[in-house]
């Protein structure tokens, strides 16, 4: 990377990411570095959307 690059760890609501700006503060990529522990709605909304998007002929499959 040219060293004109910044990168920075930015905290939003216990989640972790790492932000890549170039020399004119236009982001370059953005990585998730950790994630904080999910609570009871927040686990069931994730296995929600987990189930929605698996496709229905993957969901019934036998292995």
């Given at each position: 990377?040219?060293?004109?690059?910044?990168?920075?760890?930015?905290?939003?609501?216990?989640?972790?990411?790492?932000?890549?700006?170039?020399?004119?503060g236009n982001v370059l990529s953005v990585t998730r570095t950790a994630v904080r522990?999910?609570?009871?709605?927040?686990?069931?909304?994730?296995?929600?959307?987990?189930?929605?998007?698996?496709?229905?002929?993957?969901?019934?499959?036998?292995?």
């Amino acid at each position: 990377m040219p060293p004109n690059v910044r990168k920075f760890d930015v905290d939003v609501e216990q989640f972790h990411y790492l932000v890549v700006l170039d020399d004119y503060g236009n982001v370059l990529s953005v990585t998730r570095t950790a994630v904080r522990p999910y609570v009871g709605s927040e686990k069931l909304r994730l296995v929600l959307w987990i189930k929605s998007t698996i496709r229905p002929r993957k969901r019934y499959m036998r292995h």
